[in-house]
C-alpha cells in the first residue's frame, strides 16, 4: 500500500472520508430520529426490530453485527423492547449458548406501521438526492461505498443487506397492489 499512496494522500482521504460520513451520519440520524418519534422507539430500537424482521429471528451477535453495535448495545435495547412486549426472547433446542429474538405480534405491527408513516418529503437525504436523480434518471446506487463497506464487513453483511432491500422491494409490491385495490374499491363504490 505504501507504494500506492502517500502518507499525505492517506490523511486527505481519511479526513475527507470522515467528514463527509460526519455529515451524512447528522442528517441521517435527525431523518431517522424525527421519523420514529412518534413511536416512542429510538433509532437502535428501530433498526433491532428492522433486522429482527428482515432475518426473521435473530441471535443477539447477528443483530449487533448488521446493527453495527456493540453486543451489550444489542441485548440492552432488545430487553427494552421485549419489556414493551415487541420482542420475544428464545434459546433454540440445537443452540442453547445463543439468545435469539424474534419479533412479537405488536412489534410486527408498530414496525409496519413505522415504514407505513414514512414521508419521503420530509427525509432530508432523499430531498438532497433528489438532483442526481434528476441528471441520472435514478437514485445514486453507491457502487464505489458499497465495495468499501464489503471490504470492511465482508461479504455476509452484503448480503444481509441485500436480503433485507429485497424485502422492502417485495413489500412495496404488495403495497403498491393494495393501494390499487382500495382504489379499484374506491372507484366501484363512487360509480
Not at 413511536?39 to 424482521?53: G, K, T, V
Not at 429474538?101 to 405488536?106: C, R, V
Amino acid at each position: 500500500m505504501k507504494d500506492n499512496i502517500s502518507k499525505q494522500q492517506a490523511i486527505f482521504y481519511s479526513h475527507k472520508m470522515a467528514q463527509l460520513s460526519k455529515a451524512l451520519w447528522k442528517a441521517i440520524e435527525k431523518d431517522w430520529q424525527d421519523w420514529i418519534k412518534p413511536f416512542q422507539l429510538n433509532i437502535n430500537e428501530h433498526h433491532i426490530l428492522w433486522i429482527a424482521y428482515h432475518l426473521e429471528g435473530a441471535t443477539i451477535s447477528e443483530v449487533s453485527k448488521y446493527g453495527v453495535m456493540h453486543v451489550s448495545t444489542a441485548f440492552n435495547f432488545s430487553k427494552k423492547l421485549e419489556e414493551r412486549g415487541l420482542l420475544d426472547f428464545s434459546k433454540r433446542e440445537n443452540d442453547k449458548r445463543s439468545t435469539y429474538i424474534e419479533l412479537s405480534n405488536e412489534g410486527v405491527t408498530l414496525l409496519e406501521d413505522t415504514l407505513n408513516a414514512y414521508n419521503p418529503e420530509s427525509n432530508s437525504v432523499l430531498r438532497g438526492s433528489l438532483p442526481l436523480t434528476e441528471m441520472y434518471g435514478k437514485l445514486p446506487e453507491f457502487l464505489d461505498l458499497s465495495a468499501l463497506i464489503k471490504e470492511i464487513y465482508g461479504d455476509e453483511y452484503m448480503s444481509m443487506l441485500e436480503r433485507s432491500l429485497e424485502n422492502i422491494e417485495d413489500q412495496e409490491a404488495e403495497w403498491n397492489q393494495s393501494s390499487q385495490i382500495a382504489t379499484s374499491k374506491q372507484q366501484t363504490k363512487s360509480s
